[in-house]
């Protein structure tokens, strides 16, 4: 059973920087496209970063390219997700989740069939 734990959230002022973990267990790691999503109270959850399978293709949601930056760690079987410059805008609950399929960098939800149970980032003004 492929199983994702998401750490790494709390609450930051406006300007300031996070970074978050997903460890993943149970699974082929290094075979999974990881990504990273989140939801806003009252919003629906949206795609914010993507990575392919061995780190080399990346790519963002417009408002976070510049801020946030996404990587992995194979050798660690865990995704992160630096954020800096941090807006209350980008309050939520983070969720990583792992894409099997092989097929480059996707970002809609259906892609990704394992989910880890979220952490979340509040950004005081």
């Known amino acids: 059973q492929v199983q994702l734990v998401e750490s790494g959230g709390g609450l930051v002022q406006a300007g300031g920087s996070l970074r978050l973990s997903c460890a993943v267990s149970?699974?082929?790691?290094?075979?999974?496209?990881m990504g990273w999503f989140r939801q806003a109270p009252g919003q629906e959850r949206q795609f914010v970063a993507v990575?392919?399978?061995?780190?080399?293709?990346?790519y963002y949601l417009d408002s976070v390219k510049g801020r946030f930056t996404i990587s992995r760690d194979n050798s660690k079987n865990t995704v992160y997700l630096q954020m800096n410059s941090l807006k209350p805008e980008d309050t939520a609950v983070y969720y990583c989740?792992?894409?099997?399929?092989?097929?480059?960098?996707?970002?809609?939800?259906?892609?990704?069939?394992?989910w880890g149970q979220g952490t979340q980032v509040t950004v005081s003004s």
């Open positions: 149970g699974g082929t790691f290094n075979r999974y496209a």
């Open positions: 989740a792992a894409d099997r399929a092989l097929v480059g960098l996707r970002t809609g939800q259906a892609a990704y069939e394992y």
């Open positions: 990575i392919n399978w061995s780190g080399d293709g990346t």
